[in-house]
């Protein structure tokens, strides 16, 4: 395809039941000038045959790479170097997307001189072959300027438009073989983000499974996110960003070890193994943070108190109450 205006990154492995639907989103958009460019990662079911069927329909619009299972953020990372679109977004081969997302992500973008243009998205999940809407997330509703991007924002990069020159840029890239690979990627490249433009509207949906990495909790994965913390501050203050942002840096850094971290050390099954991640936890907090309490982005709100309150007395009651609360929504969703 000559000049398009969105590429659209799917990595693709063994999903040959959603896949349609996923392609079919796409090749559907209102806006025409949407390059997907597809990287099959070694899937050993039916993908590479499904996808062939939409190479064979639409030549235009389809860019395909074949690898040996290397994971999704290879995958992605390969993609990066065969784009050719204005903004560059990313798709999991099991969700799919609204037809006017891209129209209306690009037009907002063009509007706004954005940099960077999030919206927001659907949870669902299947029973008995049902479509069954979960929630509805609002991405990145605070931000209207690059430092409102460590506040509060979603990090999936299938909610995301980024220009392409941003990234080419930067050079930043998915860090390989972890599963915090959106948080690292998008944390890095903050700083290069000038203009920002935000569609509140859900306009993707992303389908939950029982076995996704979003719902298994082994401790050798949670503790992942050390390593990918480490290396966002070390790139911080490598490339002497880390001043200009050390207060957003702070928040965004507590906000994931003590939020969506500890949810997911919460779940893990083994105590000794959830204590551990609980020390080392608040180790990492009180080594690289250690005055985060004074920072003034933890003042007001619910979830800063809780932040702000969670110490080695606090960690057993607050972890209970997650626990408690993650055996609630697996009841009721």
Do not use: W
Request: glycine share 4%; hydrophobic share 35%; aromatic share 12%.
């Amino acid at each position: 395809m000559k000049n398009p205006k969105v590429s659209v990154i799917v990595p693709v492995y063994n999903t040959e039941q959603y896949l349609r639907k996923c392609m079919d989103s796409l090749v559907n958009q209102t806006l025409q000038e949407v390059e997907i460019v597809v990287i099959n990662d070694g899937s050993k079911d039916s993908s590479a045959d499904i996808i062939a069927e939409y190479i064979e329909r639409y030549p235009e619009k389809i860019i395909y790479r074949s690898q040996e299972n290397s994971g999704q953020a290879v995958a992605r990372n390969k993609a990066l170097e065969l784009c050719h679109g204005e903004y560059i977004g990313f798709l999991d081969s099991d969700d799919f997307v609204r037809p006017e997302m891209y129209l209306q992500m690009y037009e907002k973008a063009l509007a706004e001189d954005a940099d960077y243009i999030a919206c927001g998205y659907t949870d669902l999940t299947y029973e008995n072959g049902k479509e069954i809407e979960l929630q509805h997330y609002v991405a990145s509703k605070v931000a209207v300027k690059t430092e409102d991007m460590f506040q509060g924002a979603l990090v999936s990069p299938f909610l995301h438009l980024y220009r392409r020159s941003v990234m080419e840029q930067s050079k930043v890239r998915f860090p390989e073989g972890v599963i915090y690979e959106d948080t690292a990627f998008y944390l890095n490249l903050i700083p290069y983000i000038h203009k920002v433009a935000v569609i509140e509207e859900p306009l993707a949906f992303r389908v939950r499974h029982k076995n996704s990495t979003t719902t298994i909790f082994q401790a050798e994965k949670v503790g992942q996110i050390f390593p990918v913390l480490d290396n966002a501050l070390e790139f911080y203050r490598r490339n002497h960003f880390y001043k200009q942002y050390q207060n957003e840096l702070t928040y965004f850094c507590v906000r994931v070890l003590l939020c969506s971290s500890m949810q997911r050390i919460s779940k893990v099954s083994d105590k000794v193994e959830r204590k551990k991640l609980v020390d080392r936890t608040l180790e990492y907090v009180e080594q690289e943070f250690p005055n985060y309490r004074q920072n003034p982005y933890f003042n007001g709100g619910l979830q800063n108190l809780y932040m702000k309150s969670f110490n080695r007395k606090t960690a057993g009651f607050f972890l209970t109450l997650m626990r408690l609360k993650g055996k609630m929504e697996r009841q009721y969703t």
